[in-house]
C-alpha cells in the first residue's frame, strides 16, 4: 500500500508539472525541436532556422513527432501550439514514469535493508530533478528515459529469449535517434555483454536492433529535410571534427562536479556526486560502472560543457545513491538511527518538498506565459505588438512557433511611430515599465509576467534587477 500511495503522488505530481512547467529549460528544446517542426507545421520558414539545420544535424524524429500531433489537432481544427506542447510534456511526463518504476522494480529486490528499501522508493519517484527532468520534451529527457527502460528491462529479464534482445535493441536505438550522445551509454552496455558477461550473441542482437533504429532515423530525416543525409556524420563532423561545438565556449574537466553541486542543490548534490563515484570506484564490473563510464568520461573531456548533457543519466541517480549508501553501510557499519543521519535524511525531505512544489507550478520559462497571453488576446483581430530594443519573441533566434499568424512586430524608439488604427489592435511590450512614461502614450497594463501581488514586496528593488515584461494595450 505504501508503495502504491508514493506511485500515485509522483503520477499526480508529474500532471501537475506537464500542465504548469511550461517552456524550455535550454532553448534547444523550442529551437532545435519545436521550430523544426514549425517549419512543417507552417508556423516558420527556413530563414528563421538555426546553423544546425542548414548542416542537417539535427535528427528528426523529436520535430517528426511534434509535426504528427500538429497535423491531428489540425484535423480537429484546434491548431493551438500551447496545446500541443502540453501533451508533449503529459507524453514526457508518462514515458518518464515508465522509466522510473521499470528501474524501481529492477532494483528493489536486492536492497535488504528495510530502512535504504524506503529511502529508494523515495528517490525513484519523488526526486524534485527527475520530475523537472521528466516533463520536459527534450532530447536529453527521451533518450534518458528510453535507454533507462531498455537498461531495466534488460536487468529484469536476464535471461530472456534472443527476439526479447533485439526488440529491447529497437528501443535503445530509439533512444539513440533522440541523443546521439546515448551512443557511449549503449558502447558501455555492449561492452559489458561481451566483456563480463561473455555473450557476444545477446550482444549482437541489441546491435542489430540499434541499427535497424539508424536506418528508420535515416528514412526520417530524409522526408525531413528532403534529401538523403546522415545526421549522425553531420553533427560529429560539425561539433568535433569542425570544432563548432567549442565555439560555444570550453569548461576545465571539474566543471560538472562544480554545476552539479551547485544546481543539484546540496545535500542532494554532494549525495549525487559521491554515490557515483563510490560505485564505478568500487564496483568496476557492474553494469551500471560498465554503462555509464564511457559517457562519463567522453563528456569530461569534450571542452563544451552544459549540466544538461548528464540529464540523460539523472535516472540513475537513486539506485547510484543507495548502491554507495549500502557500501559505505558495509565499510562503515553506519547506522542509520544515528541523530546526524536522521538530521540530514529530513534536511533532504523538506529541501526536495519545497522544490518539488516550485518545479511543479513555476514556468520552466517565464515569456512562455506572456506569449500564451498574446496568442489568446490576439485571436480576433490583427495586431501589432511595438517595441523598444527588446523582442520577447527574439530570444537566441526567433520564436515563431508560438507566435500568432496575425501578429506583427514594430520597433520604436518614440511615440511618433506608433500609427493607430481603428482595425487593428496595439499593443505595447516593454522590460522596464519607467519607459512607458517617456513615450507619453494613452495605454492600459493588461499583463506582466510577474503576478501583481509580487509587486507588493519589491524589498531592495530586486524586481527592478528581475526580467520582467510588461505589456500594455494602447488607446
Partial sequence: MHQNRIYFLSIFILIVAAIFSKGYYHFDEQIQILEFAGVKLNLTTV??????????????????????????????????????????????????????????????????????????LWLSFLLWMMIFNCVRFSSESWSGSLFLISFALLNNKPNANKLN????????????????????????????????????????????????????????????????????????????????????????????????????????????????????????????????????????????????????????????????????????????????VNFFAKLMITINIIYLIVIAFKPANSLIDLYQFIYNDCKQASTVLYHLKDNPYERVMMVNFYKPKNLEFLAIDSNQKIELSKNKKHLLVLNNPDEIKNLNIKSKLVYTTLPHWIFNFNFNHWIDRTECWYLYELD
Wanted: aromatic share 22%; glycine share 6%; net charge positive.
Fill in 47 to 120: 530563414h528563421f532556422m538555426p546553423w544546425e539545420y542548414n548542416y542537417q544535424m539535427r535528427p528528426a524524429l523529436q520535430p517528426l513527432m511534434v509535426v504528427f500531433l500538429g497535423t491531428m489537432m489540425d484535423f480537429f481544427h484546434y491548431q493551438n501550439p500551447f496545446f500541443i506542447a502540453f501533451i508533449l510534456r503529459l507524453c514526457s511526463a508518462t514515458i518518464g514514469f515508465l522509466a522510473m518504476y521499470l528501474m524501481y522494480q529492477s532494483y528493489c529486490k536486492i536492497i535488504t535493508d528495510d530502512t535504504l528499501q524506503k529511502w529508494f
Fill in 165 to 340: 534482445y533485439f526488440l529491447i535493441g529497437i528501443l535503445i536505438g530509439f533512444s539513440f535517434l533522440f541523443r546521439y550522445q546515448t551512443g557511449f551509454l549503449i558502447a558501455g552496455l555492449l561492452l559489458w555483454y561481451w566483456g563480463i558477461q561473455k555473450n557476444i550473441y545477446n550482444a549482437i542482437l541489441i546491435s542489430l536492433g540499434v541499427l535497424l533504429m539508424i536506418g528508420v532515423g535515416i528514412l526520417i530525416d530524409k522526408w525531413f529535410y528532403g534529401k538523403w543525409t546522415l545526421t549522425t556524420w553531420n553533427y560529429f563532423s560539425q561539433n568535433i571534427l569542425q570544432g563548432k561545438m567549442a565555439e560555444f565556449g570550453t569548461e576545465p574537466w571539474w566543471y560538472f562536479f562544480k554545476q552539479t553541486f551547485i544546481q543539484a542543490i546540496p545535500p542532494f548534490s554532494i549525495l549525487m556526486i559521491v554515490g557515483f563515484l563510490i560505485v564505478i570506484f568500487t564496483q568496476r564490473k557492474d553494469r551500471l560502472t560498465f554503462t555509464l563510464f564511457p559517457f562519463l568520461f567522453t563528456h569530461f573531456l569534450i571542452g563544451h560543457k552544459e549540466l544538461r548533457f548528464m540529464f540523460p543519466i539523472i535516472g540513475f541517480a537513486p539506485i547510484m545513491i543507495i548502491k554507495a549508501l549500502e557500501w559505505m553501510q558495509q565499510k562503515w557499519k553506519l547506522n542509520w538511527k544515528n541523530v546526524w
